[in-house]
């Protein structure tokens, strides 16, 4: 799927961004994670349909800045999630094992996705 170093590297990247690199950051780790179809783009072909209409939502999200939402759907599938904030203000995610602490709770959710997908692709 995806090289885990470069999950790794976005995941540092983000725990290192501020609250307005939000959209961005998570809009490179949505790409990364669904990239776009190869083949034809017509309107018959399935997967492409699909995949646009996901990146669709995901982007609607971040037009709403309803960031924390967008990043859930980073977070893999069959993994627990908690997320808190510390007494500095700084917010904390754990997915199973991998966590991650930055300046938003989005922020953090999505470095941990990465990390927990960086993980899975190591173990393959």
Known sequence: MTDPT???SLADRAEGAGEGEQAAILREAWLLLNPEP???CSGYNQRWKAWEVRRNRFNAMLNL???ESAAMLLVPDGVWVRLTIDPTGRANAKLGGPAA???TPALA???AALRAIA???NSK
């Open 109 to 111: 959710l999505c470095a």
């Open 119 to 121: 993980s899975q692709e």
């Open 65 to 67: 800045h309803v960031y």
């Open 101 to 103: 602490t930055a300046a």
């Open 38 to 40: 190869q083949g034809p």
């Open 6 to 8: 470069t999950l790794q």
